[in-house]
């Protein structure tokens, strides 16, 4: 079994900060890319940030460049994502992805969060 637990939301005033974190737990021998999505109601969910460990690299939206950061701690098999300068449109639930490699049954599979609720308003 493998679990992805996030934390960290909660309700935020426009131009307000939250940092959320997403650990990855189980039967884990591996992780590769690790994301962050979102999904605000009566909307299709959207990719917000993402992390690749080979080379370090990261992606944003467009709509949270130069706001929201994605960091990794490798060793803890967790990542963040800092928030800020935080808008309306920024609510939503807000779930981590990550592709995980298990021992057995020596594969990689894809595995989603439950997510946390981030509300934005005054």
């Known amino acids: 079994q493998v679990q992805l637990v996030e934390s960290g939301g909660g309700l935020v005033q426009p131009g307000g900060s939250l940092r959320l974190s997403c650990v990855v737990s189980?039967?884990?021998?591996?992780?590769?890319?690790m994301a962050w999505y979102r999904q605000a109601p009566g909307k299709e969910r959207e990719l917000v940030a993402t992390?690749?460990?080979?080379?370090?690299?990261?992606n944003y939206a467009d709509s949270v460049k130069d706001r929201f950061t994605i960091s990794r701690d490798m060793a803890k098999n967790t990542i963040y994502l800092q928030m800020n300068d935080l808008k309306p449109e920024g609510t939503a639930v807000y779930c981590c992805?990550?592709?995980?490699?298990?021992?057995?049954?020596?594969?990689?599979?894809?595995?989603w969060g439950q997510g946390t609720q981030v509300t934005v308003s005054s």
């Open positions: 992805n990550a592709d995980v490699y298990r021992v057995p049954p020596e594969r990689w599979s894809n595995y």
């Open positions: 189980g039967d884990v021998f591996s992780v590769n890319t």
């Open positions: 992390h690749i460990p080979a080379g370090d690299r990261t």
